[in-house]
């Protein structure tokens, strides 16, 4: 094998990923109640929202430990590449980086790099399925890297949730200003910044509104979209993910369209109902 690539589990895989061999998932973990969820194929997504809404206590979750990763860069491939969630969300990037140096102290020098995703869900997916690409195309380490993180600085992440509530609980909101009125059913559109904070784009009355708004915004700020994969998560709303993607193949035609259902750290963050779209 080549090329490796690892992945938190906060950026779902589709099927071929799972089975080409040269993905692998970094789980991070979920407490809710009093319950220990480990985010991997293992992960109840009714489950786990019915424990959500049943607990009081806001769920936390952990990200893998250096030493996962570590043990993740000891293989056969060449070229090692992990892809986490943002750096400004999440210490999966930090815990990457260090498993990297304990890896050249335990076993010495090897070609591994990690990519801060400043995105993530299908932001992480997308950002796996370029490097793979890359590689596939027989380009150097170097060139990878290269190619790869000038693809993270073209992408935009937009998304709509029915509540902000464990976003705000987790201090994953700071330096917002906007208050939403829940009380008003007032929708933001959000987004990520250049940097992988979270910002508030827009807001609408009601969710369907806010999702056309979204929609209106992702084409006014598309360009070359015939060259780029649209991917769209969701959090247990299939049919309102494919009303996200009928509106947008009708106004822009894009490479491929890709809907995943949230993983086990997507579907904490995005909560029943969410909807992530990467393009």
Do not use: W
């Not at 609408?204 to 598309?222: H, P, S, T, W």
């Amino acid at each position: 094998m080549k090329y490796k690539i690892i992945v938190d589990s906060c950026g779902e895989l589709t099927d071929k990923m799972k089975s080409s061999g040269c993905f692998e998932t970094a789980s991070l973990s979920i407490e809710v109640g009093g319950h220990h969820i480990i985010d991997d194929d293992t992960f109840d997504q009714a489950d786990f929202l019915r424990r959500v809404a049943e607990c009081e206590e806001c769920p936390k979750s952990s990200c893998p430990s250096p030493e996962r990763y570590m043990e993740g860069y000891h293989c056969d491939a060449e070229h090692v590449y992990a892809v986490t969630l943002s750096a400004e969300l999440s210490g999966s990037y930090n815990s990457a980086v260090l498993g990297k140096n304990l890896y050249h102290e335990e076993y010495g020098e090897k070609d591994i790099y990690i990519f801060n995703s400043r995105s993530a869900s299908v932001g992480e997916t997308l950002i796996a399925m370029k490097i793979a690409e890359c590689e596939e195309a027989g380009m150097s380490f170097r060139e990878v890297i290269d190619t790869v993180e000038a693809y993270i600085a073209s992408k935009n992440t937009y998304f709509v949730l029915e509540t902000l509530d464990i976003l705000k609980k987790n201090g994953r909101l700071k330096g917002l200003k906007a208050v939403v009125a829940t009380a008003l059913n007032i929708k933001p559109v959000m987004g990520a910044t250049p940097e992988g904070t979270i910002r508030q784009i827009s807001q609408a009355r009601g969710i369907k509104k806010a999702l056309v708004k979204m929609a209106d915004e992702i084409v006014n700020n598309l360009k070359e979209s015939e060259q780029k994969i649209l991917a769209i998560s969701h959090c247990n709303c299939r049919e309102r993910a494919e009303a996200v993607k009928e509106m947008l193949v009708s106004k822009a035609v894009f490479k491929d369209v890709i809907i995943l259902d949230t993983a086990g750290i997507s579907s904490m963050y995005a909560a029943d109902g969410g909807i992530i779209v990467v393009v």
